[in-house]
């Protein structure tokens, strides 16, 4: 399956980064890593990317990561539809100190407005 | 996280538990805080393995005794406050205040059998106020923002809206002046 992979430096996005890699390597996905801007996240787009490779190096599979600027949910829909991808994986949601759950703003745009399958990873 | 917004003005003052009361159905209720007692405990295990699934918000409480005692584990450690609602020894609700940062996150629960009744207030008054008693200054929450019981009770206590920007609305509560550079609170007076 034709499979993209939006991450952005949270927590939530490395968990969906490392279980996409993971399913890649055993199902043989065309997987491409979007590595998107996140003003949340701590981490910067290049360690975001760093990481990326690593994982993608590690697992021993063909997958390309690519740095996406610009607004993130509307960019990766648009990448999701140009390049006919099957599916968006994102991180599913920051968990509080509480244990709330809360979506964020990527991830609830891009499940309303895109035309593919959307997995959140838990 | 260190962004989150507060009102400027400080809430009202809210009575710290124990507090008695008789809800709108002729129960009579008890609020008191949670001493970290066995019993206390099991009572809460019992009340969330009974609640309704139907009124569980962003995951929590979590389904399933082993799941739910986990659970209890970390909102019920010592920096955490915690408030129970009691009829008798049944548990009708349960509030908690969680340590983040320089501010606490706040969750109520009230069992559907014990539901809109006026307990969810005096349970959240009494959790502030055990709160304000403890020193808590910032307090703030999510909530599904269809849920307008929900939203309309954390209004009347004083919550003001902090981020309208996803599904959940995110309000803060500011219980206590900010401490001084020496930390002791800044008074107005």
Known sequence: ?122 | MSDRGYPDAVADEFPPPPTAFTDREDRELEIRPYEGDAASREALVEMYDAFDPADRAQGIPPGGEERIREWLDAILGGDCYNVIAWCGDEVAGHATLVPDGDAYELAIFVHQEYQRAGIGTHLIRGLLGHGQANGVEKVWLTVERWNRAAVSLYKKIGFETSDAESFELEMGLRLRADAGPDGDAETDE
Request: hydrophobic share 45%.
């Open chain 1, 1 to 122: 399956m034709k499979v993209l992979c939006g991450i952005g430096g949270s927590d939530d996005s490395f968990r969906a980064l490392d279980r996409t890699v993971e399913r890649a390597a055993v199902a043989n996905d065309d997987l491409t890593i979007a590595v998107v801007d996140n003003e949340d996240s701590s981490v910067s787009p290049d360690e975001v990317v760093e990481r990326a490779e690593a994982a993608v190096a590690e697992a021993a599979i063909d997958a390309e990561v690519r740095r996406v600027e610009g607004d993130p949910g509307s960019r990766l829909i648009e990448i999701a539809e140009t390049e006919e991808f099957e599916e968006i994986v994102l991180g599913g949601g920051h968990t509080s100190p509480m244990g709330k759950i809360t979506i964020g703003s990527i991830a609830e745009f891009v499940l309303l407005n895109a035309k593919t399958t959307v997995t959140l990873v838990r």
